[in-house]
C-alpha cells in the first residue's frame, strides 16, 4: 500500500465522522473507522464482508439499493434526517442520520470506491419533532380558545330570544294567539339555530380530514334573521 493511502485511512481513522469504504460493485467493505463501527454497533471484523451480508437490516431500508445505484451512475447521494433501524443484539434503535455516498470515479469515469460519510442527528431530529409538537398544540389550544369563543358569541341571541319568549309567554298568559304564535315561531327558529351550531361543532374533526369546499352564502337571508334576532332582544 503506497505511504500517501497509509497516511489517508490513518487520518481516516482518527476522524470523528463516521466513515467507510466500499471497494467493489458488491460493496465489499474495505475501511471502516471506528466512528463508523460504533455507528452500526459492529466490529472490524466485517471488513472484507459485503454490506449486504453485515447488515441485511439495512437491504431490507433500501440502503443497499442506494449504494449499489451510486455505484452504478456514479451520481453521489445525499440525505438528511433519514431513519434507520441499528441492531445491536437482540436491541433494534431507531435512529436518524445525515448521511452522503459519495462516489470517486477513475479517468474513464466509472465508479471505484464509494466513501461513505454519517452523522448521528437522533438528538436533533427528536428536539425538532418535539419543537414541532409543540407548535401544533399551542396551535391547537388557540384554535379551542377561538372556537369557545366564537360558541359564546354565536349562542348569546338564540339563547337570549329563547329566556325572553319564556318569560313573555309564562307572564302573559292572555296574549293574543297571533303573537303566542309568533313568539313560538322564534323560538323554534333559535332552537334549530342552536342544534345547527352544535352540529356543526362535532363536524369538526372530519372537516380537518377533508380539503374546504367553498359555498355561496345567502348574506341577504342571514342578515336579516341576525336583524329579526336583534330586533326581539
Known amino acids: 500500500m503506497p505511504f500517501d493511502e497509509r497516511f489517508l485511512l490513518s487520518v481516516l481513522e482518527r476522524s470523528p465522522l463516521a466513515t ?29 464482508h459485503t ?14 439499493s442506494i449504494l449499489k445505484n451510486v455505484w452504478k451512475t456514479g451520481i453521489t447521494y445525499r440525505a438528511k434526517d433519514t431513519p434507520a433501524d441499528i441492531v445491536s443484539g437482540r436491541d433494534i434503535m431507531k435512529r436518524y442520520f445525515d ?17 461513505h460519510t ?14 414541532e409538537s409543540q407548535k401544533e398544540q ?39 294567539e297571533g303573537v303566542q304564535q309568533k313568539w313560538f315561531d322564534h323560538m323554534q327558529a333559535a332552537i334549530e339555530n342552536i342544534q345547527s351550531i352544535i352540529n356543526q ?6 372537516i380537518r380530514a377533508v380539503n374546504p369546499v367553498r359555498e355561496c352564502l345567502e348574506m341577504d337571508r ?3 334573521e341576525w336583524i329579526a334576532e336583534v330586533k326581539l332582544i
Open 20 to 48: 467507510a469504504i466500499y471497494d467493489s460493485p458488491d460493496l465489499n467493505i474495505a475501511f471502516a473507522n471506528q466512528a463508523m463501527l460504533d455507528t452500526w454497533c459492529a466490529s472490524s471484523s466485517i471488513l472484507g
Open 51 to 64: 454490506f449486504c451480508a453485515c447488515f441485511p437490516s439495512f437491504e431490507k431500508e433500501g440502503f443497499s
Open 99 to 115: 448521511f452522503e455516498y459519495q462516489a470517486l470515479l477513475d479517468e474513464e469515469g466509472k465508479t471505484y470506491v464509494i466513501l
Open 118 to 131: 454519517s452523522l448521528d442527528v437522533t438528538e436533533r431530529k427528536l428536539a425538532y419533532d418535539k419543537t
Open 138 to 176: 399551542i396551535s391547537f389550544n388557540r384554535k379551542l380558545d377561538l372556537l369557545s369563543n366564537t360558541l359564546s358569541h354565536d349562542l348569546k341571541n338564540p339563547l337570549s330570544i329563547l329566556r325572553m319568549g319564556t318569560e313573555m309567554l309564562r307572564k302573559n298568559i292572555s296574549l293574543p
Open 201 to 206: 361543532t362535532l363536524q369538526l374533526n372530519k
Open 222 to 224: 342571514k342578515i336579516a
